[in-house]
């Protein structure tokens, strides 16, 4: 039977990072944790901060892509061609028409949704 010790147990990175780590879990023994400065991941689930903020950045997702249909809109009754409202808007004719003619369509005066249900 072979008594040699594995490749891993003597290579020096892996020695020098479990004495590290041994070193800083000792530290950690000597040195609590003061209560005086609460964990910050704690901090912001308790004051609900980020919760906040990403029911914020869902509100103006919602209104920015209503501003942006809503212009398109306009655009359009306006008698600018696709290509057009494309170009000030960064994208091809044809996704401006393809997402907008599913939409809405121009009748007797104003806009109507063409989806049902």
Same mark, same amino acid.
């Given at each position: 039977?072979?008594?040699?010790?594995?490749?891993?147990?003597?290579?020096?990175?892996?020695? #020098? +990072?479990? %004495?590290?780590?041994?070193?800083?879990?000792?530290?950690? !023994?000597?040195?609590?944790?003061?209560?005086?400065?609460?964990?910050?991941?704690? /901090?912001?689930?308790? @004051?609900g901060a980020s919760v906040r903020e990403l029911g914020a950045a869902?509100? /103006?997702?919602?209104?920015? %892509?209503?501003?942006?249909?809503? #212009?398109? %809109? !306009? /655009?359009?009754?306006? $008698?600018?061609?696709? $290509?057009?409202? $494309?170009?000030?808007? +960064?994208? @091809? !004719? %044809?996704?401006?028409?393809?997402?907008?003619?599913?939409?809405?369509?121009?009748?007797? +005066? @104003?806009?109507?949704?063409?989806?049902? +249900?």
């Amino acid at each position: 039977m072979d008594n040699r010790e594995p490749w891993w147990a003597t290579d020096p990175d892996l020695v #020098a +990072g479990r %004495q590290a780590a041994l070193d800083e879990l000792e530290r950690a !023994k000597r040195e609590p944790i003061s209560p005086d400065t609460p964990d910050p991941v704690l /901090a912001d689930l308790l @004051s609900g901060a980020s919760v906040r903020e990403l029911g914020a950045a869902r509100d /103006a997702l919602a209104c920015a %892509q209503a501003r942006y249909a809503d #212009a398109v %809109q !306009k /655009a359009r009754a306006a $008698g600018f061609s696709w $290509g057009e409202i $494309g170009r000030v808007l +960064g994208v @091809s !004719k %044809q996704q401006l028409h393809r997402r907008f003619t599913r939409e809405a369509t121009w009748v007797a +005066g @104003s806009w109507r949704s063409r989806r049902r +249900g």
